[in-house]
């Protein structure tokens, strides 16, 4: 079953990366696939309870996948999508913003 996207370029984009969470976990994917434990790590004070939605809410929408491997015990990867990788310029410029808001406010 399909989403119903908004009208809005912005608020779909909004709505697919708006939680904090989401895009630091795209943010530390960009570096490649990760296991649930090193994004954890990764991402900071995050409960395994918020990373799991926010990481199947990602998988939902496109934007990772999840690969399962049958040992014990299991091993989960997750890694972006096409989708997901082509979020990069916009996490690129947050980078550049906050960077230069930082500079301006003196926090560096």
């Known amino acids: ?3 119903e996207l908004p009208a809005c370029p912005v608020e779909t984009t909004l709505m697919l990366i ?3 969470w989401k895009v630091l976990i795209i943010r530390d994917l960009l570096d490649g696939t ?3 434990g090193e994004l954890k790590k990764s991402v ?3 409960s395994q309870k918020v ?4 990481l199947r809410s990602m998988e939902e929408d496109g934007l ?3 690969k399962v491997f049958p040992e014990v015990p299991p091993r989960v990867e997750y890694t972006l ?3 997901g990788y082509s979020l990069r310029p916009i996490l ?3 980078i550049d913003w906050g960077k230069a808001y930082q500079e301006k406010n003196g926090t560096i």
């Open 1 to 3: 079953m399909r989403k």
């Open 18 to 20: 708006s939680d904090r």
């Open 34 to 36: 990760k296991r649930f």
């Open 44 to 46: 900071g004070n995050i």
């Open 51 to 54: 990373l799991t939605a926010n």
């Open 64 to 66: 990772l996948t999840r």
């Open 81 to 83: 999508t096409k989708t």
């Open 92 to 94: 690129d410029a947050m």
